[in-house]
């Protein structure tokens, strides 16, 4: 089974903080996934890596940046945790298109509060 | 751009009964894909269903099943033999076939069974 982990379940931080938020995935997937969570907005993709020290933007990248440097792992980064940063922020993985699209794996997430 | 609604923010089924959650989407393209995540209070996302837009027949797994109407761009659930582990957050979600890893999602549906 694919396993796809987060290195914390909860998290408390106080502003100004600089925040990594790690996930790790054991399926040799290439692309990663970084989505925030909050009621009634449902997942809005922040960045996401096709591979290794590639990363584009997605819907939401402000404030935040991220880093691939090694294929199973893809860090989130908050440079400075602001309160609107509160959140559950959940990692995905897939491997690449060969035929047709795949699923994406998602860790158990990570629950963020900042102060 | 993509987007998908689901227009049931919240809702209620007894246990055994059948409930059918609604999700719309818009699109250009003419080949993709839609998802249905299920996440459980406090567990990991997992993936329920999918549906290829190219294919006519509704997805169907046990008993969980689809109703894709392409021409209406709809893609419903519907959940027979409601179980209490049922009891979710469910996300109807897009892909298209053109390339991008992107998955767009809905805002989501909470399900709660009744005993």
């Known amino acids: 089974d694919v396993k796809v982990t987060q290195s914390s379940r909860y998290l408390v931080k106080r502003t100004g903080e600089k925040v990594f938020l790690e996930c790790v995935q054991d399926?040799?997937?290439?692309?990663m996934f970084w989505y925030r969570q909050d009621p009634g907005l449902g997942l809005r993709l922040i960045y996401f890596?096709?591979?290794?020290?590639?990363?584009e933007k997605g819907d939401i990248p402000e404030g935040y940046s991220v880093s691939r440097e090694k294929k199973e792992r893809f860090s989130l980064i908050l440079e400075s945790a602001s309160t609107n940063q509160t959140s559950m922020y959940l990692c995905?993985?897939?491997?690449?298109?060969?035929?047709?699209?795949?699923?994406?794996?998602f860790g158990p997430g990570t629950r963020l509060t900042v102060l | 751009a993509q987007t998908v609604t689901q227009s049931q923010p919240e809702m209620s089924v007894q246990e055994a009964e059948t409930v059918t959650l609604s999700c719309t989407y818009d699109?250009?393209?003419?080949?993709?894909?839609l998802f249905w995540y299920k996440q459980p209070p406090s567990r990991q996302m997992i993936l329920v269903i999918r549906?290829?837009?190219?294919?006519?027949q509704n997805a169907t797994e046990n008993r969980f099943s689809v109703n894709f109407q392409k021409a209406a761009k709809s893609f419903s659930l519907k959940i027979s033999d409601s179980q209490l582990g049922d009891t979710a957050m469910y996300f109807c979600?897009?892909?298209?076939?053109?390339?991008?890893?992107?998955?767009?999602f809905g805002k989501g549906t909470k399900l709660t069974v009744n005993p």
């Open positions: 995905a993985s897939t491997p690449a298109r060969v035929a047709g699209v795949n699923e994406q794996f």
């Open positions: 399926m040799d997937h290439e692309n």
């Open positions: 890596s096709y591979d290794v020290k590639m990363k």
């Open positions: 699109t250009s393209e003419s080949n993709y894909y």
């Open positions: 549906q290829e837009a190219y294919k006519q």
């Open positions: 979600a897009f892909i298209g076939q053109g390339g991008s890893e992107k998955l767009v």
